[in-house]
């Protein structure tokens, strides 16, 4: 059996179990078990594989390459039966990252790469906007190095974290998670200079007392002795947090609703239980003129508006549409 023969009967097992992106995610299975790329694809695509071969005692044994099939054939095995993808392999792709995923995060997604690419954009603007009140004129300067303070609300895997912090490396990011397990995972992802902090949403900054925190992941426990007084302020929150109203969650498809933690899915009855408290709340962690940037549900813009309306402390705010056209993040300046 070559690789693509490999590839071509993992599609052919996967389209029969309705798996809809079966040649896809065959061959993410194929190059994930042989630890192969496309170019590897490329070279040797057609060479047959060397699953068996003889030992000095004449028995003949599974090579790497005979293991790795099986493996491939076990991996197209829980497909199948719906697990998803980037669980059985235990990582996926963000924003060029390697993020390590496992049934305790929500899965990242391409919506939310969205959000840190809005984020960011917009993050940059304002150091950029910075840069020039305080009389410095040098593009080539690091954004604001010396002052960008990023948290990052309901962190799950670390995705975000890491990505701001991979655009913003001079940045101080905190992220945040009431989920013990998501941290140990998040933890996997996030760069040495990412504090990870356990509690819940702004509660997890307990403890922090407003100077710079240089060591990662020191204060996850969650066992904080004082408040932070709001003294640490932050030029960008970005949360995707819980947002999905409780009545749809149940009618996801298996894959999500049997696999990804309903903690990180359900939202409450019209999925803005955690947002309108981030609203609300992060108007007092925010510099002037620092931004809140989340993902939500493309049924909540009236809901959205009316909350950031109502909690009357930022300058700006509005409902930004997703590449398919709907509803999806919420932009809020103080």
Request: aromatic fraction near 6%.
């Amino acid at each position: 059996m070559t690789p693509h023969e490999l590839v071509q009967k993992l599609t052919e097992k996967l389209s029969a179990a309705g798996v809809e992106n079966a040649a896809g995610e065959a061959r993410y299975i194929a190059e994930d078990v042989l630890d192969a790329g496309m170019t590897w694809f490329f070279l040797n695509g057609n060479k047959e594989l060397v699953c068996e071969e003889k030992a000095a005692d004449g028995s003949v044994v599974k090579t790497a390459q005979g293991l790795a099939v099986e493996r491939a054939w076990e991996f197209a095995g829980r497909r199948c039966q719906g697990e998803p993808i980037q669980y059985i392999l235990g990582h996926t792709n963000f924003m060029g990252l390697d993020i390590k995923v496992a049934p305790g995060v929500l899965i990242p997604r391409p919506e939310t790469e969205f959000l840190c690419g809005l984020a960011s954009t917009a993050l940059e603007e304002l150091a950029e906007a910075r840069r020039s009140e305080a009389g410095k004129s040098a593009k080539s300067e690091s954004p604001a190095a010396d002052s960008l303070h990023i948290l990052d609300l309901c962190t799950g895997s670390g995705c975000i974290a890491a990505c701001m912090q991979d655009d913003f490396p001079d940045a101080k990011v905190y992220a945040a998670d009431i989920s013990e397990e998501a941290l140990a995972i998040a933890k996997q992802n996030v760069p040495e200079s990412v504090t990870l902090l356990q509690g819940d949403l702004f509660g997890a900054l307990d403890g922090l007392d407003g100077a710079e925190q240089t060591g990662s992941n020191s204060n996850g426990s969650g066992k904080n002795q004082h408040s932070a007084g709001k003294e640490l302020k932050f030029d960008l929150i970005i949360s995707n947090p819980p947002y999905i109203p409780s009545r749809i969650v149940d009618g996801l498809s298996t894959e999500v609703k049997d696999h990804e933690p309903r903690l990180a899915l359900d939202g409450g009855e019209e999925g803005m239980d955690l947002i309108e408290k981030i609203i609300v709340e992060a108007a007092d962690w925010l510099t002037p003129g620092g931004l809140l940037y989340m993902e939500t549900d493309e049924t909540q813009r009236s809901l959205l508006l009316e909350t950031c309306e109502k909690c009357g402390r930022y300058s700006e705010f509005e409902v930004i549409k997703d590449l398919a056209g709907k509803d999806r993040y919420l932009r809020a300046k103080l």
